[in-house]
């Protein structure tokens, strides 16, 4: 049942007062508030209802006056009394507005962990976005988040393409030209796969997995899912030779100024031309069309979860810059305070 929980109210040290509301299975309470900027996908109150929670608590910062702005937001999803964020998605955390202070979030996430405690729940598990999408932020939030006694449990590092103006070939390696030249040469071309067929794709993305000894982190249920309800944000590309797919790549318009190349895959028939290349670059122009600033290429590891120096390596040939994604955790009743 949707419901209001008891508001803790937040006095500021900026001269500006604070009310911190949660909701309980009610994400869309959300839109409720008048926003200062626009909620990653996977913050989204859509999003948060497809990763099919048992129960999660949407905890919003806001005016003590009249409760109708929104200074930041986080979805807690609730499993076997651990807290996690997200559930089922590649990254949650909070998303906070400029003008709130350390001293604001601080108090705020003591009234979370206090929310928590009364709930039974006897850990928190974050996962927050790359930095690179927010840098300023993305550091507030690191920093607020270890003073309050959470650990940072895992960083990795992220690639990501800056999209300029420039072409793509500018800040390409010689090694990498030579094989988009290959693929040119070949006649190979780049498009949008028009209606996909969620069978199709997932078979084609599975195969590629299962022969690099990879598993695959979703189902297919999940990936039909992805490309009915959000059709303009799940969108797959492909390198072709002919009819036959050499490269696909299943992408997720995370903001209006990212792009996460989420599932990039080869047909490894086709490994000597490296035809990824050739996918990357019309990612890159297709995000210099739609205002996309961020082609984020994602973490670089192997089956096991460790880092893998060769994918790493083939993002920066491919002009990739890298920034750090991380997961932070909390005992709850442990104060660890600095």
């Keep these: 049942m949707t419901h209001l929980l008891p508001k803790n109210k937040v006095q500021t040290t900026i001269q500006r007062a604070f009310s911190s509301l949660v909701f309980g299975n009610d994400p869309a309470a959300l839109t409720h508030f008048r926003g200062r900027w626009s909620p990653w996908l996977f913050n989204t109150p859509l999003h948060v209802v497809h990763q099919q929670a048992e129960q999660v608590y949407t905890f919003v910062l806001t005016d003590a006056e009249t409760q109708q702005e929104l200074y930041g937001f986080f979805h807690l999803f609730v499993q076997n009394q651990q807290g996690v964020s997200p559930l089922r998605a590649s990254f949650g955390s909070f998303e906070v507005a400029e003008v709130v202070s350390h001293a604001d979030f601080s108090v705020w996430l003591n009234s979370i962990e206090s929310f928590a405690v009364s709930q039974g729940i006897k850990s928190l598990s974050i996962r927050h976005y790359p930095s690179c999408y927010h840098p300023a932020r993305s550091s507030f939030i690191k920093r607020g988040l270890v003073r309050h006694g959470f650990q940072l449990s895992q960083s990795?590092?992220?690639h990501y393409i800056s999209v300029t103006s420039q072409p793509f070939e500018?800040?390409?390696?010689?090694?990498?030209?030579?094989?988009?030249?290959?693929?040119?040469?070949?006649?190979?071309?780049?498009?949008?796969?028009?209606?996909?067929?969620?069978?199709?794709?997932?078979?084609?993305?599975?195969?590629?997995?299962?022969?690099?000894g990879y598993s695959l982190s979703f189902r297919e249920e999940q990936l039909r899912?992805?490309?009915?309800?959000?059709?303009?944000i799940f969108r797959v590309f492909c390198v072709k030779n002919g009819e036959e797919i050499a490269s696909l790549g299943l992408t997720v318009r995370v903001g209006k100024n990212v792009l996460y190349h989420f599932c990039p895959a080869d047909n490894l028939a086709y490994r000597q031309y490296s035809p990824s290349v050739l996918l990357t670059k019309g990612l890159y122009e297709f995000s210099?069309?739609?205002?996309?600033?961020?082609?984020?290429?994602?973490?670089?590891?192997?089956?096991?979860?460790?880092?893998?120096?060769?994918?790493?390596?083939?993002?920066?040939?491919?002009?990739?810059?890298?920034?750090?994604?991380?997961?932070?955790?909390?005992?709850?009743?442990?104060?660890?305070?600095?």
């Design 156 to 158: 990795s590092i992220n």
């Design 170 to 212: 500018t800040a390409l390696h010689a090694s990498e030209r030579r094989r988009l030249r290959k693929c040119l040469q070949a006649d190979f071309r780049f498009e949008e796969w028009v209606s996909p067929s969620a069978e199709q794709v997932y078979q084609f993305i599975a195969h590629n997995r299962q022969r690099l």
């Design 225 to 232: 899912l992805w490309l009915t309800v959000f059709p303009e």
């Design 288 to 338: 210099q069309q739609e205002g996309v600033t961020i082609l984020d290429l994602g973490i670089s590891v192997d089956a096991a979860g460790q880092p893998k120096t060769s994918l790493a390596r083939f993002k920066r040939n491919l002009g990739a810059q890298e920034c750090e994604k991380w997961q932070f955790e909390r005992k709850i009743g442990i104060s660890t305070k600095v």
